[in-house]
């Protein structure tokens, strides 16, 4: 068969050519009709990073629109999308002074956002919804098992059809119209490639001929074979979906987790979610710039500040925490409001780092914590407080009364916590 392979780049790209496959990169795709059958390659992880000016486009998103005109505008030439797997979508394309120059900051995993391959960056190539969900599966072909990351959500709504099956009894490959397949597959070779194109595209002498009332010929024990395939279906679909729960239980603590590897918007909503839980307070609040959370409890108002860095703790961290305690301190004199203010620092120090390589704060910055009665709380205590409380190891009064005791750094036994 006649292939032409398309690829976001040729050099590393794992293909060889050969009499019956031509490889060429997006930009430089012939005619689909030109060939029995293109194969559209989204698996780079190259591929996945969006337009500098548009988060939700990929870089390469005019390539992208070019190939669904010619999927649209071919008559005889069959086609095969091969889906990525749960790589790394790479966004928020901004400057780094520490390279002097311009790179993707932000990266998620594919199955943190996209749900739907016709809601998606890639979703000018498919003309009806294909939902997708998350879960690791292995699926059997000639003489091989191929491994995907995805699978396609049932029900497989009309006119979509199931064309391959896992070992989870989870969709790998499904038939958009009688020419147009996509699969979740992953593909890494010659080998593989053909072993898919054959499974989803099978030619007539692997077809075969057998009359659809052969299998109501019963012999030996069939019936009870039968049966017992029926039970083990159930079983594994009872399996899967206590699978699925977990995952979303585990990707639920990743969330969690992630106080301790970001910063700016996304250290603030996250951390934020976890003091609001342990304070049991309201989590709405507008940033007024003045502080990024606050909360008030018996005669004590808690102004908040959230910060990380690739660094360690700055003066400045604390110098600012301790500039918003005052100007709320006025605000509050001004209104006759006669609460005790409490400033506390919420800090992810070199989230780049693993918790166990990062350096200790510094014992000046804390000193000058303590002085000005700054509260300071890394991530990493944030994070077992939080696990505490959730556990019924520490109460919401515990928390919130250590923070308004406690000036400079507070240590996990500060709450009671011990390893």
Not at 102 to 123: E, G, H, Q, T, W
Not at 290 to 313: A, P, Q, W
Request: charged residues 30%.
């Amino acid at each position: 068969m006649k292939t032409q392979l398309l690829v976001y780049r040729k050099q590393g790209c794992g293909f060889a050519e050969t009499t019956d496959l031509t490889i060429r990169e997006f930009s430089n795709a012939s005619a689909f009709d030109a060939f029995e059958l293109t194969v559209i390659d989204l698996q780079d992880e190259n591929l996945w990073k969006c337009d500098p000016c548009d988060v939700s486009l990929l870089k390469d998103h005019a390539d992208i629109a070019s190939i669904s005109q010619m999927v649209l505008q071919s008559k005889k030439s069959e086609c095969i999308i091969l889906l990525p797997q749960n790589c790394l979508y790479s966004y928020s394309y901004e400057y780094d002074s520490r390279i002097d120059a311009k790179r993707y900051k932000r990266n998620k995993l594919l199955k943190d956002f996209i749900k739907d391959f016709a809601d998606s960056p890639i979703c000018e190539l498919f003309p009806f919804p294909l939902p997708i969900c998350f879960g690791e599966s292995k699926t059997a072909l000639a003489d091989r098992e191929l491994h995907s990351d995805f699978s396609f959500s049932s029900p497989i709504l009309h006119p979509i059809k199931p064309l391959l099956f896992s070992n989870a009894s989870t969709v790998s490959a499904v038939l958009i119209s009688e020419a147009f397949a996509a699969t979740t597959l992953q593909v890494n070779d010659n080998e593989d490639l053909s072993a898919v194109i054959n499974g989803i595209f099978p030619t007539e002498s692997q077809l075969t001929c057998v009359p659809d009332w052969l299998d109501e010929v019963e012999f030996h024990d069939e019936t009870v074979q039968r049966a017992r395939v029926k039970e083990i279906d159930e079983q594994m679909a009872v399996l899967n979906e206590e699978k699925k729960g977990i995952e979303k239980v585990l990707s639920s603590y990743r969330d969690i987790k992630s106080v301790l590897c970001t910063k700016d918007f996304d250290l603030e909503n996250n951390a934020r979610h976890l003091l609001a839980e342990i304070a049991e307070v309201d989590e709405t609040f507008e940033d007024n710039k003045e502080e990024d959370f606050n909360f008030s409890y018996d005669d004590t108002f808690y102004l908040i500040e959230i910060k990380g860095s690739g660094r360690g703790l700055k003066r400045q961290h604390i110098s600012k925490t301790y500039d918003h305690v005052q100007i709320k301190m006025d605000e509050m004199e001004a209104e006759g409001d006669s609460r005790k203010i409490k400033g506390v620092l919420i800090f992810a120090s070199q989230i780049e780092l693993r918790p166990e390589e990062r350096d200790p704060f510094p014992e000046k910055q804390i000193s000058i914590a303590q002085r000005t009665e700054i509260a300071v709380l890394s991530t990493e205590t944030l994070l077992r407080c939080y696990e505490a409380y959730i556990e019924g190891r520490l109460t919401s009064d515990a928390f919130k009364g250590t923070l308004r005791q406690s000036s400079g750094l507070i240590s996990p036994d500060a709450f009671g916590l011990h390893d």
